[in-house]
């Protein structure tokens, strides 16, 4: 076996789009934002195949990179999802399949849209002191979970036992013009 990461294979990929789709529509309404992704809420979806440097999180199963350029008028950020294919799939072994990488991805990408909106809206900032990085995690944690289980989504409930995944904290990287 080669020392280069497992990423998702090409079913795998078609249920992360699948489960992006799925998460938008819920954290729009959940959120009541007209849809996602928006002009006010940029972002997108990278997995494994396609991280670069900071992108790359070994400790987490994805986290947020955002990226900041100098508009005439003010900064623009675009945040980029990073999700961890080889973390994630590690963390569902061999025994769990299909159902269980579906949930993983829908809570993992619901945490993260949520992470978005309430830095987009200022609730939170990504450049909090470390101290304050654990009481947004616990908070978006249990915001992603409430918005779960209110869409009854499958398998929600165990879910709950991912809290305690190590922080990763958001980063910024400055962007030329």
Known sequence: MSGRA?????????????????????VAHSFRIPALPSQQYPYELLTLAD????????????????????????????????????????????????????????????HELVHVVRFQRNEESFLADPASRRPEEDRVHQLTLSLLEQARAPHWERL??????????AQLVTAGP
Do not use: M
């Open 6 to 26: 497992r990423g998702f294979d090409l079913e795998q990929l078609a249920l992360v789009h699948t489960s992006l789709r799925r998460c938008e529509g819920l």
């Open 51 to 110: 991280l670069q440097g900071p992108e790359r999180a070994e400790d987490a199963l994805a986290h947020l990179v955002i990226y900041e350029r100098q508009r005439r008028t003010k900064l623009e950020h675009l945040y980029r999802i990073c999700l961890q294919d080889d973390r994630i799939l590690e963390r569902i072994g061999p025994q769990r399949g299909h159902d269980w990488l579906s949930a993983l991805l829908v809570y993992i990408l619901t």
């Open 160 to 169: 709950a036992e991912l809290h305690g995944n190590p922080v990763v904290p």
